[in-house]
């Protein structure tokens, strides 16, 4: 197993005073060659939108964005006559497909969001949209599978159902709040050999070197390979199908993580 770390300070990182944004990969006018994408992974954008300030009606095609809320509320209007008010624990999926407009809306607080973006594995399907909702209990010490392939025989595709979002790329996500002292192992089961963890900054937006929390990622079993992640860090994987993964929570307090499975 190969573990390359992509740190927090490492990222892009653009103030526009209403929203602080650090790009993961290559985003609008942040260009960084050797991080354009990873797989179908196309963006993570760890943003904080100010109180009563977003993003204005634009739109998108052939892209999968979610958006996953860390804190605050956000409201989410688009083309498809959704409006929804997305708290804590609430991911939004919207499949663009041939098209979607949209625009996302800070409430009475400041909200902290990831928005993660993959590419389709088809561009001419009708755009569509989903609301999952995962706790911090379903999340604490365990993984949650938050986002999964469509045609997984255990994904619905109901607006009402509840479950891993139905992605329409070959990528699984997945989310937990690891306590201090404990360790979560994984299992990739794809078939790829592709994988990314991020460590979210919740402790605070830093721009500087990563505080916060404190992680240990290694290769299962084996510890051959390991690296301490802290709170914005990241890290490429690139490992045989079927082994395992090891994240050690080896700071105090919770550390939220998300990991990505990518084909």
């Not at 959704?82 to 499949?95: A, E, F, H, M």
């Not at 989310?175 to 979560?184: E, Y």
């Not at 051959?224 to 395992?244: C, N, P, Q, W």
């Amino acid at each position: 197993m190969m573990i390359v770390p992509r740190r927090s300070n490492e990222r892009g990182n653009i103030d526009y005073g209403w929203l602080k944004t650090f790009h993961t990969f290559s985003f609008g006018s942040y260009q960084y060659s050797g991080h354009e994408s990873f797989g179908s992974l196309r963006a993570i954008n760890e943003n904080r939108v100010s109180a009563h300030t977003g993003f204005g009606v634009h739109s998108h095609s052939n892209f999968e964005v979610l958006r996953y809320v860390v804190s605050g509320e956000l409201q989410h209007n688009d083309s498809l006559g959704t409006t929804r008010i997305l708290k804590r624990g609430d991911v939004q999926l919207t499949s663009a497909g041939t098209g979607v407009y949209h625009s996302e809306t800070a409430q009475n607080g400041d909200v902290h969001l990831l928005e993660i973006w993959s590419s389709q594995a088809l561009s001419t399907l009708a755009p569509s949209h989903f609301i999952r909702h995962f706790s911090d209990e379903e999340k604490l010490n365990g993984w949650v599978r938050i986002a999964a392939p469509v045609n997984a025989s255990y994904v619905y595709s109901d607006q009402d159902d509840g479950g891993s979002a139905p992605i329409r790329s070959a990528m699984v996500i997945y989310a937990t709040c690891l306590a201090s002292g404990l360790f979560n192992q994984r299992s990739f089961q794809l078939g790829s050999s592709m994988g990314y963890i991020h460590v979210i900054q919740t402790s605070g937006y830093n721009v500087g070197t990563a505080g916060g929390a404190k992680v240990k990622l290694s290769g299962g079993d084996s510890g051959i390979t390991e690296v301490e992640l802290r709170e914005g860090d990241g890290a490429y994987m690139m490992f045989v199908s079927g082994k395992k993964i090891k994240v050690q929570n080896i700071g105090a307090g919770i550390a939220e993580v998300l990991l990505f499975e990518i084909d």
